[in-house]
C-alpha cells in the first residue's frame, strides 16, 4: 500500500469533498439551532475548505478522532444530518401504571370511601394512599409533576 492512499484513508482532505458538499453544509449551519450540530457542521466545513485537522478540532474544540469520525460519517451519504445526535430514551417514567384513568379515577372519587376523614384529596394525603394502597412510591414533587402532565389543575379552598 503506497502512503498516499493510507493517508487519504485516515486524514480526510479537502479534495474529498465537491463544491456542492460545502454548500449544503453551509446551508445546513444557517438553519440549525442544535449547538452540538452546529459545531459538528463547523468542523466538517472546515475540513471541506482545506483547514488542517488539527487546527479545525482546535477551532470547534473537538479531538482530532472525533472530526475524523464525523467527516466520514459525513462522506457515508453526503447528508448533514447524519452528523445530528441519535434520539436518547431519557429516563424510565417513575410508576408507569399510573396512568392519567387511574389518577382521575382516583381524584374523581370521595377520599371518604377510602377510609380517609376528609373531604378533598391533597397531594401528601395522594401520595399516601398511592403507597399503602397501590404500592407506588412517589415523591411529592413527582407526584405535583405528574398530575400537572396529566392535566390536573389544584384549586385552594376558599376560606370564609
Same mark, same amino acid.
Given at each position: 500500500?503506497?502512503?498516499?492512499?493510507h493517508?487519504?484513508?485516515?486524514?480526510?482532505?479537502?479534495?474529498?469533498?465537491?463544491r456542492?458538499? +460545502?454548500?449544503? &453544509?453551509?446551508? /445546513?449551519?444557517?438553519?440549525?439551532?442544535n449547538?452540538? =450540530?452546529?459545531?459538528?457542521?463547523?468542523?466538517? =466545513?472546515g475540513?471541506?475548505?482545506?483547514?488542517?485537522?488539527?487546527?479545525?478540532?482546535?477551532?470547534?474544540?473537538?479531538?482530532?478522532?472525533? =472530526? *475524523?469520525? *464525523?467527516?466520514?460519517?459525513?462522506?457515508?451519504?453526503?447528508?448533514?444530518?447524519?452528523?445530528?445526535?441519535?434520539?436518547?430514551?431519557?429516563?424510565?417514567?417513575?410508576?408507569?401504571?399510573?396512568?392519567? %384513568?387511574?389518577? /382521575? /379515577? &382516583?381524584?374523581?372519587?370521595?377520599?371518604?370511601?377510602?377510609?380517609y376523614? !376528609?373531604?378533598?384529596? !391533597?397531594?401528601?394525603? &395522594?401520595?399516601?394512599?398511592?403507597?399503602?394502597? %397501590?404500592?407506588? %412510591?412517589?415523591?411529592?414533587? !413527582?407526584?405535583? +409533576? +405528574?398530575?400537572?402532565?396529566?392535566?390536573? +389543575? *389544584?384549586?385552594?379552598?376558599?376560606?370564609?
Amino acid at each position: 500500500m503506497d502512503t498516499d492512499t493510507h493517508d487519504r484513508r485516515i486524514c480526510p482532505r479537502a479534495a474529498d469533498f465537491t463544491r456542492t458538499d +460545502r454548500r449544503r &453544509l453551509e446551508q /445546513a449551519l444557517k438553519q440549525t439551532r442544535n449547538v452540538r =450540530l452546529y459545531r459538528r457542521l463547523q468542523g466538517v =466545513l472546515g475540513v471541506a475548505e482545506g483547514a488542517p485537522v488539527h487546527a479545525v478540532a482546535h477551532r470547534v474544540q473537538a479531538g482530532r478522532v472525533s =472530526l *475524523w469520525r *464525523w467527516v466520514a460519517r459525513y462522506l457515508a451519504r453526503r447528508n448533514p444530518q447524519d452528523l445530528c445526535d441519535p434520539p436518547r430514551p431519557g429516563p424510565q417514567p417513575l410508576a408507569p401504571a399510573l396512568t392519567r %384513568e387511574k389518577l /382521575a /379515577a &382516583l381524584l374523581t372519587s370521595d377520599p371518604q370511601s377510602h377510609g380517609y376523614d !376528609t373531604n378533598g384529596w !391533597t397531594v401528601p394525603l &395522594l401520595r399516601a394512599h398511592l403507597a399503602a394502597q %397501590e404500592g407506588v %412510591e412517589l415523591s411529592t414533587r !413527582t407526584l405535583r +409533576r +405528574r398530575l400537572h402532565v396529566a392535566g390536573f +389543575r *389544584w384549586k385552594r379552598a376558599l376560606r370564609l
